[in-house]
């Protein structure tokens, strides 16, 4: 199989004819630009791990998604974000969580697994080592977008019962999976959390087996939707479970799993490919923006009801 590289930028209720044209077309843009970024690290025999985070760099800086510079704010009105990384051929990892000044996420997350001796780093503890290293930090307000103020104000309207929010204003991740020509899978997420979450609210982005897994042996996975059910299901690594102990393919394992999400009420979505490189992009919401680039070619989508070739 070629290289080959899979990508999301979150999952809801994304359905027809709620958004403009225009902005339609613009996120299918974006979605494009993050794709071929990663597919020219590929295509020039670049390691999967270099792939995903080449892609999720692009999604960050666009205000587009929920992650970076697009992020969701708390109750509060701040913002904070959660990143991790996973490089499945010796399984190391890096993550970082409520972050608010560091302009890349994911970088940081990368930067954890490289160069520290930890996984995992949080708030002050992994601004501070993002400034030791050179990470660039930003203010807070250049995070900031009129679209996710709106969101907030419509989902804090809602739960004190005077107008509707639905899932769409509620959360969004960005993420990617990648196999690259020496048979390595990599994954890398990054998230500005739930709109109106309590301040310190840790999701299953930067939970490695929740909201990102890889591993050459079995699979690399990156998860978009209601954090709080992913954490409990430890979603990655049932369904690397199931693909390694139970024998499923991985379509198959996805379905099971899929189905495990909506039994404890979750909502949202993954990608995820195996060591062959069999693709899926499974949800159960209205859409999901997603994307793949295999063979020299890329595709993207946006609604429950578009076909991809996965």
């Not at 709106?150 to 989902?155: P, Q």
């Not at 019962?161 to 997420?189: C, N, Q, Y």
Request: charged fraction near 20%.
């Amino acid at each position: 199989m070629p290289p080959t590289l899979l990508i999301h930028g979150g999952a809801g209720a994304i359905e027809r004819g709620k958004s403009t044209p225009e902005h339609e077309a613009a996120l299918r843009s974006a979605l494009d630009e993050a794709l071929a970024a990663g597919q020219a690290v590929l295509d020039a025999g670049g390691p999967a791990l270099d792939a995903v985070i080449a892609s999720v760099r692009v999604m960050e800086e666009s205000p587009l998604f929920n992650a970076g510079r697009g992020a969701a704010l708390t109750c509060e009105g701040t913002i904070e974000h959660d990143a991790s990384v996973m490089d499945g051929a010796e399984r190391r990892a890096g993550a970082v969580s409520a972050t608010k000044r560091i302009r890349s996420p994911i970088l940081a997350a990368r930067a954890v697994m490289e160069r520290s001796p930890h996984v995992h780093l949080t708030a002050d503890g992994a601004e501070a080592f993002a400034r030791s290293i050179g990470l660039e930090i930003v203010p807070e307000w250049w995070f900031f977008t009129p679209e996710r103020q709106a969101a907030l104000e419509r989902v804090q309207a809602a739960e004190r019962g005077e107008s509707g929010a639905s899932e769409r204003d509620r959360h969004g991740t960005v993420g990617a999976v990648a196999l690259d020509s020496a048979g390595h899978l990599a994954a890398a997420t990054s998230t500005g959390g739930r709109a109106n979450q309590w301040p310190g609210r840790v999701g299953d982005t930067p939970v490695l087996g929740a909201g990102t897994y890889a591993d050459d042996r079995t699979i690399a996975y990156s998860g978009t939707g209601h954090g709080e059910t992913f954490m409990r299901l430890v979603l990655g690594h049932r369904l690397a479970c199931l693909v390694e102990l139970a024998g499923m393919p991985l379509p198959q394992a996805s379905a099971q799993v899929l189905d495990e999400l909506a039994a404890l009420g979750g909502t949202g979505g993954f990608i995820a490919l195996d060591a062959r490189g069999e693709a899926v992009m499974p949800h159960n919401t209205p859409g999901m923006y997603r994307g793949i680039a295999r063979g020299g070619r890329r595709a993207v989508a946006i609604f429950g009801d578009e076909t991809i070739d996965a």
